[in-house]
T-cell receptor, first 111, second 113 residues
Framework: KQEVTQIPAALSVPEGENLVLNCSFTDSAIYNLQWFRQDPGKGLTSLLLIQSSQREQTSGRLNASLDKSSGRSTLYIAASQPGDSATYLCARGDRDDKIIFGKGTRLHILP | ETGVTQSPTHLIKTRGQQVTLRCSSQSGHNTVSWYQQALGQGPQFIFQYYREEENGRGNFPPRFSGLQFPNYSSELNVNALELDDSALYLC????????????FGPGTRLTVL
């Protein structure tokens, strides 16, 4: 059974700190790995997508890495801000467009 | 370019009723997937439609059904509603291109009383 696990489930850090969110997945034959942000009661906003042939992607203060051999991805957030407070979801994608989500990490940035 | 839209935003039903949720895919996208997200959980895959045909289904009973129309918009129908069907229902569209990036709508919040 394909699974996606995110650790920690919740995280609180002071504003300005750099932080790392972790995601692990079973079955290294993934097609892509996508990170999403979800604000309370809202839909999902795509942050970064890493193709299986890539090792990382960057967008502004965000950097996501992918290590298929170990079944891990990390999302690095630099210089965190209160506006970064949200739930971050990791999802593995297969070639047929179906994706499997982790339960997410609830991030709270303390002003 | 118009993003993914869903209607209604919120819905309250009672047990045993039926509900229809709607999704308009992003312009140029031919694949729509539906997900159910219970409180505090990650989204769970319900099913996917590609060019008007069901193309894969998750672990959901047959009372969850769907349609995709020629303009690639889609409906999710749930019959005989149960309390556990209360959740945020998300629709995502994609193009099945090299990148397969999924774009999500804002969701429909369904409450079953």
């Amino acid at each position: 059974k394909q699974e996606v696990t995110q650790i920690p489930a919740a995280l609180s850090v002071p504003e300005g700190e750099n932080l790392v969110l972790n995601c692990s997945f079973t079955d290294s034959a993934i097609y892509n790995l996508q990170w999403f942000r979800q604000d309370p009661g809202k839909g999902l906003t795509s942050l970064l997508l890493i193709q299986s042939s890539q090792r990382e992607q960057t967008s502004g203060r965000l950097n996501a890495s992918l290590d298929k051999s170990s079944g891990r991805s990390t999302l690095y957030i630099a210089a965190s801000q209160p506006g970064d407070s949200a739930t971050y979801l990791c999802a593995r994608g297969d070639r047929d467009d179906k994706i499997i989500f982790g339960k997410g990490t609830r991030l709270h940035i303390l002003p | 370019e118009t993003g993914v839209t869903q209607s209604p935003t919120h819905l309250i039903k009672t047990r045993g009723q039926q509900v229809t949720l709607r999704c308009s895919s992003q312009s140029g996208h031919n694949t729509v997937s539906w997900y159910q997200q219970a409180l505090g959980q990650g989204p769970q895959f319900i099913f996917q439609y590609y060019r008007e045909e069901e193309n894969g289904r998750g672990n959901f009973p047959p009372r969850f059904s769907g349609l995709q129309f020629p303009n690639y918009s889609s409906e999710l129908n749930v019959n005989a509603l149960e309390l556990d069907d209360s959740a945020l229902y998300l629709c995502a569209s994609s193009t099945r291109t090299l990148y397969n990036e999924q774009f999500f709508g804002p969701g429909t919040r369904l409450t079953v009383l």
